[in-house]
């Protein structure tokens, strides 16, 4: 086996792939990235056994077909500490060695016949939706999911998909976000009635896959596992084991609560500047609305109090709610700073919810007064 390669382009891919791959296993040829090289295309393939993935390169050139090993850690080091441009990964009857015009590299060789197959996309029934569109529904609510909590069922993102709708929810019981947006059913896919729970790592993997923001993601959801493809990516993981609670109930009724729209940048700007004197023990951060302007205001005993004012198109009776400052912040981090949104509030012993016109909403409980 022999290619020669741009050495940033591949050093891109190569990272995604080795995302996959575990640091450490009981089953050392998983410490590899397998590279498959054939019909003018290269194929990088990685798997920790819950989740892997193959990624297509074309833009290289393969002299030689064939497969090989890749050490994640060797093969990584050399890519991004190498200054040669571009470099020959060649696999040689006592080697694989990695060339370039100032640089070499011998490394042991593995046996690629040793490495699990990871699964090809072979389905025929899926859902389809745009890769813009699917970046941002993972953006907007993986990071609200609980990697640490003993509810398995919160450490990864629910999916839910009909004829031509998709919504991602996330929540670690504090908050909860969710996005919906548009796609298409293939082949009679139906994912009704199916507990989707994709986990943290398989989502953020795929988001940096993805690279072509006017590609097609197509999604084959199964009763244990998922599997994404783009045209350039496919990848494969375990779904979390269990039933996701019952998102639906813990959206707040909109009677009663008072709306004020307003634009990402001041509102965040202003949230920022207040939590300057909060400390972790301490993150309750009062938000005051009324009389055309909205007061932040923070304090805390050993660091000081912050008030920070700007003005909103909202005059009505004085609505006041304390939130944990972080967590209206991760809001605002997934949105560009010139987007409208809402926020919808009702009292300190109602949750406030956010919501933007194109799908997103987001759930934070209040908390008590310091």
Known sequence: MKIVCNRDKFLHAFQIAAA????????EVLTNVKMEARDGKVTLMATDMDAGIRLELDDLQVLTPGTALLPVQKVGNILRECNDDTLTIELTENSLDVLGANS??????????EFPSVVSFNENAYFEVNARLFKELVKRTVFATDVESTRYQLGGVLFEMDDESITTV?????????????????????????STIVPTKTLQLM???????DDIVCIAARSNDILIRTSRCTIYSRLVEGRYPNWRQVMPSR???????????????AIRQASIVAD???????????????????????????????PIEYTGEMVKITMDYRYVMDFFKVLDLDKSFSI???????PAMFTTEDGYTYVVMPMARQ
Do not use: W, Y
Request: hydrophobic share 35%; charged share 25%.
């Open 20 to 27: 996959v791959a575990p640091a450490r296993s009981p089953k």
């Open 104 to 113: 070499e590299f011998h490394l042991p060789r593995g046996n690629p016949d």
């Open 207 to 213: 988001e940096r896959s993805i690279v072509d923001s």
């Open 280 to 310: 972790a023990e301490s993150r309750g951060v009062e938000f005051t609305f009324g009389n055309g302007s909205l007061v932040v205001a923070a304090r805390t005993a050993d660091v000081g109090q912050s008030r920070i004012e700007i």
């Open 255 to 269: 009677e009663g609560r008072t709306k004020i729209d307003g634009l990402v940048g001041p509102f965040f700007s």
């Open 344 to 350: 919808e509030v009702k009292s300190n012993a109602e």
């Open 170 to 194: 996330a929540t670690d019981g504090r908050r909860l976000a969710c996005m919906a947006g548009k796609g298409a059913s293939i082949g009679g896919f139906k994912n009704s009635g199916m």
